[in-house]
Each structure stands twice: as C-alpha cells, then as structure tokens.
C-alpha cells in the first residue's frame, strides 16, 4: 500500500464539513504528490457527495514533517489557513488546518 486517508463527513447544511481523521504514506512513495492527491479524494467526495464546505484536521503542534507536508501542499493548492486551537492531546497542543472549498463561501462554524 502506497498510502491512504481515512476520514468523515460532519455537520449539516453551513457547517457540514469533511476531517481527515488519518493521512499517511509509506516512505517509498513520499515527494510525489499522493499526499496532496489524497487529500483532493476526500475534499471532492465531502463536496460532491455531501455537499460539504470545507474539511479540517487537527495536527500535533510537535509534528514538524506532518506540518511541513501540509504547508508545501498549502502553497501548491488552494487557500488553507492554519488555526492554533484550544485543544490539547496527551498534553500537546494541536493546530487546525481548515479548507473552504470555491466556489462556497467561507464557512461560519466555531472554528472561524
């Protein structure tokens, strides 16, 4: 296996949206774009499927390479934004990645 995401749908209506639950890739097939295709997969089955406005997933501050994965997938993709939240794991603190998908606007729940 090359890689995966597992995810859900969440919400209705303004606030549905997608989250990744889990993102990875076997080293082997890392630096070549299946991340950020993965991450395509879920967002267009949350859109089309569900008629989600965006997806979110939450990050371990202290994960250096999930972050840094993200960030050139941010900078070859759309708009993401990330969000530190109050929200601790085992003692860490997490960040939020969200995505609003175009042509929706803006999504309006709490983590805004």
């Known amino acids: 296996m090359a890689g995966y995401v597992l995810g859900k749908v969440a919400g209705q209506g ?19 774009g299946l991340a950020g ?24 501050a202290s994960n250096a390479a999930a972050i ?3 960030e050139k997938v941010k900078g070859v993709r759309r708009e993401r934004k990330w969000r530190e939240v109050e929200v601790e794991r085992d003692g860490e603190r997490l960040l939020l990645l969200t995505h609003s998908f175009p042509p929706f606007p803006q999504h309006h729940s709490s983590v805004t």
């Open 68 to 70: 840094s994965m993200y």
């Open 37 to 60: 295709a993965l991450m395509d997969a879920l967002e267009g089955v949350s859109a089309r499927e569900h008629n989600a406005f965006y997806v979110d997933l939450f990050v371990r």
């Open 14 to 32: 303004k606030d549905g949206h997608g989250h990744v639950t889990a993102l990875a890739v076997a080293p082997a097939y890392r630096r070549r």
